[in-house]
């Protein structure tokens, strides 16, 4: 038997191949035997792996982590190397920002729409009641909303570059839209008598925005690079509040884009710039009006604009034989006033003045004259502005407006600091605040907020307190050319009262001593001052000024020197003081309210949201004030219901809020808006009659009349209504008969007055008759309610089971 042989598991050729492939591919392989035996060799013989392994891991480690910090440092380094690049280089790259207009019109409908609009209602109303066109003899502003389309910041782009090595950012702006509503209700002077309701309803803004901070970031200026392109739609109609206009007039809205452009030219085209604050505290304060001390110090290296020549191609003007002699003329706003005359071409004027700011910035004008080799005219030589304006943590911010576009910006942290700008010193010497009180070196100064009185009212409503105004003296007056002598008397606007002070003399620095008292007119009126040189055939104004009477306390009084506006010189010293009434707010304050109540008249609404598909509301208001609750009745299918209802309630101080809902015959009622009726500020038997806006919808109002009924004063006022209406006829029969007897005499001033004392007749009239409507309202609504009372309680009662 033959003996099988066996084949060799591993073959001797294969392993040769493989160790030789494994060399080929891994060239460091070889050298990992020797190093294990040497390993093992050291295991071995002299130090085991449990001592020498740990130590080689640590070293490994930390070599590791060595490079790890390293490339920590390195990644650090290169973020504050771009960072820097970033604060230093002079441009950025264009960027888009796509996201910030989605932002924006999240954020637009709920908080920027509502705060514009009523920021640029409030100043809008202020304007035109200090400014209106001579052909208009009344204009109100019905309406002002923004819509729900938000301006387009940045459609291009948005980059920084570097103007006057100031960082600038650049981005385009542009808004369009056709949900804009602002509605005019004019009332046209003779003879184009006759009302007109004006509606502006498309507006078109384009144009490029740049933004500059200043004072490391307490305030950025805004500007448009160029006059942006402008269009307005316009609509107008006739008196009837019930029909929208609708016709336009091509050439009125022509008219207003030039002047909507002109007013945007002037305010934020360059090198004009606006200014919005970044204060790091807010007082909530709001200033209406302050007093600025201007001293203009000198000038340097001035130069004559006067080239004419001679014969030999010489200027005519020689420094050595006639000098340069100039003056410096300051304004702001109306206010002007002049610098004496200086010679030389550094010029030292050291002059001050005291300037009235209306409203919480301004600009003051500085322009430069000279006085040419004639010694008759004054020429241009330049000029330059400082703007001003009122930051929330009641310090004051300045910045300067030249042709090269750069910045000059200071801060005056408080009333009272001097700040120094292009040789000029500027202090502020006040603030006034629109809650009546008032910043100056002395502590703040405050009196009782009086209510604000929303929507359009046919009479000036009066708060209750007593003004006495004296006029004490004047300084400076100008003298006009044509008579050579000043004969100054002042009258006094207020309202619709005039009042007039005694003619004084041959005199530029009249002491009249004239005292006037005056019922205080609710809404922030002003105290216009006319100061006129009498003269036997015409009397010439030689200047005019506006007080705002914010900032005076009850029983308190302010010692002024008002300048004088549309003339070069001239100061009125008024003494204002309001007089001490009886302290009813002491008692509100207390709690002790005892038998009062408030009345409330809800008199209409209108706009409000369509809730049923037919597009119409079955709206009525549901009245909650405190634990107690009433409703009004039901008006179907419109939209501008009319209810006229009115309700009482003890007077607790508890918030009155009124609920407008859609009644449902089936379903319950569905809220279509809700507003709250602020009464606690209001005087007694005071009316306040408003239009509210309603919330938590997107458009609706509604009009109502609130009164803080006292029965002490409701008693006085019944047992004097007679004698009241009497008085009145009586009052104007004299007034009819003291105008013949002074037409006859052709006594024009004193004809003036007995004009004014009319008018203010009318106005008691007025103010009586709005008081029977109102009492004939409530009666009859406390007659309906008897009546339902009486119906409910003598029905048929229910058969009772036994």
Same mark, same amino acid.
């Given at each position: ?28 392989? @070889? ?61 950025? @790259? ?38 209106? @066109? ?115 007039? @091509? ?307 302010? +010692? ?22 009886? +302290? ?219």
């Amino acid at each position: 038997m033959v003996k099988k042989r066996h084949r060799p598991l591993i073959r001797a050729k294969e392993v040769v191949s493989l160790i030789n492939q494994v060399i080929y591919d891994r060239p460091l392989v @070889p050298f990992l035997i020797p190093l294990f035996l040497f390993a093992w060799a050291l295991e071995r013989w002299l130090v085991p792996f449990s001592n020498w392994v740990p130590l080689a891991a640590s070293v490994w480690a930390t070599i590791l982590y060595g490079k790890f910090q390293r490339q920590i440092l390195i990644q650090d380094l290169n973020s504050k190397w771009e960072r820097l690049i970033l604060f230093t280089a002079p441009t950025t @790259p264009i960027e888009p920002c796509a996201w910030t207009n989605k932002l924006f019109m999240e954020i637009w409908p709920n908080y920027f729409e509502p705060k514009l609009s009523r920021t640029l209602f409030s100043t809008v109303e202020r304007r035109l009641k200090n400014k209106r @066109p001579k052909l208009i003899e009344k204009i109100e502003l019905q309406e002002l909303t923004l819509g729900s389309c938000p301006p387009a910041l940045g459609q291009n782009g948005v980059h920084w570059i570097t103007a006057n090595e100031q960082p600038v950012l650049r981005m385009g702006f542009g808004w369009d839209t056709n949900e804009m509503s602002v509605m005019f209700s004019a009332k046209l002077a003779k003879p184009l008598a006759g009302t007109a309701r004006i509606v502006i309803n498309s507006v078109h803004i384009k144009g490029d925005l740049l933004l500059r901070p200043i004072l490391d970031g307490q305030a950025i200026l805004y500007s448009f690079e160029s006059a942006p392109e402008v269009r307005i739609n316009v609509a107008f109609g006739g008196g009837n509040a019930q029909s929208l206009p609708s016709t336009e007039f @091509p050439g009125v809205s022509s008219w207003l884009v030039k002047l909507l452009s002109e007013t945007i030219a002037k305010l934020m085209v360059e090198p004009r710039r606006l200014c919005f604050t970044l204060p790091p505290v807010n007082l909530r304060k709001k200033a209406v009006g302050g007093t600025v001390s201007v001293t203009v110090k000198s000038a340097a290296n001035l130069r004559s604009n006067d080239t004419r020549s001679n014969g030999d191609g010489r200027p005519l003007r020689s420094s050595s034989v006639t000098p340069l002699q100039t003056v410096v003329e300051v304004e702001i706003g109306e206010l002007m006033r002049k610098t004496s005359m200086c010679e030389g071409s550094n010029p030292t004027w050291d002059s001050t003045f005291n300037m009235v700011l209306h409203g919480e910035s301004g600009s003051i004008k500085f322009t430069l004259y000279e006085l040419d080799s004639s010694g008759v005219r004054f020429n241009y030589l330049t000029s330059c502005d400082i703007m001003m304006k009122y930051m929330e943590d009641d310090s004051t911010v300045f910045w300067g407006i030249s042709n090269n576009a750069g910045v000059v910006a200071r801060h005056a942290e408080e009333v009272g600091k001097s700040v120094e700008m292009l040789a000029v010193s500027l202090v502020v010497k006040e603030w006034q605040y629109s809650d009546g009180s008032a910043s100056v070196n002395n502590p703040v100064v405050a009196r009782p907020v009086q209510p604000s009185i929303h929507g359009s009212v046919s009479h000036q409503t009066r708060t209750g307190r007593r003004l006495k105004v004296t006029v004490v003296e004047g300084r400076n007056l100008a003298i006009k050319e044509k008579s050579g002598r000043c004969d100054p008397y002042i009258k006094l606007h207020y309202g619709k009262a005039v009042y007039r002070t005694k003619v004084q003399s041959h005199t530029e620095n009249p002491v009249w001593n004239h005292s006037f008292e005056l019922d205080e007119i609710a809404g922030g009126e002003y105290l216009k001052i006319k100061c006129f040189n009498a003269d036997r055939f015409s009397n010439d104004n030689i200047g005019s000024a506006r007080v705002a009477l914010d900032g005076i306390a009850e029983g308190a009084s302010r +010692d002024v020197w008002v300048p004088l506006e549309k003339v070069s010189s001239g100061e009125i010293r008024l003494k204002l003081e309001f007089l001490k009434t009886e +302290d009813t707010d002491a008692k509100w304050s207390s709690g002790r309210y005892g038998n009062r109540w408030v009345e409330l008249v809800i008199i209409e609404a209108k706009d409000l949201v369509a809730a049923d598909i037919s597009g119409t509301s079955d709206p009525f208001v549901r009245v909650q004030y405190g634990n107690a609750k009433k409703q009004t009745k039901v008006i179907h299918k419109t939209l501008n219901p009319y209810w006229n209802h009115t309700v009482l309630f003890p007077d607790t101080g508890s918030q009155l809020v009124l609920s407008v809902k859609d009644h449902n015959a089936v379903l319950p009622s569905v809220s279509i808006g809700n507003c709250i009726v602020e009464y606690d500020k209001l005087q007694l038997n005071q009316t306040s009659d408003r239009w509210i806006p309603l919330q938590g919808a997107k458009s609706g109002q509604v009009h109502v009349q609130i009164t803080r009924r006292s029965p002490e004063l409701e008693k006085k006022t019944e047992l004097e209504s007679t004698t009241k209406a009497h008085m009145i006829s009586n009052q104007m029969r004299e007034v009819l008969k003291k105008l013949k007897g002074l037409v006859e005499e052709g006594d024009l001033d004193a004809l003036s007055n007995g004009l004014n004392e009319i008018e203010n007749a009318e106005d008691a009239q007025v103010e009586y008759m709005d008081q029977l409507e109102r009492e004939r309202s409530l009666l009859v609504g406390k007659i309906g309610e008897l009546d339902h009372e009486i119906n409910r309680t003598t029905s048929t009662p229910a058969r009772l089971q036994y």
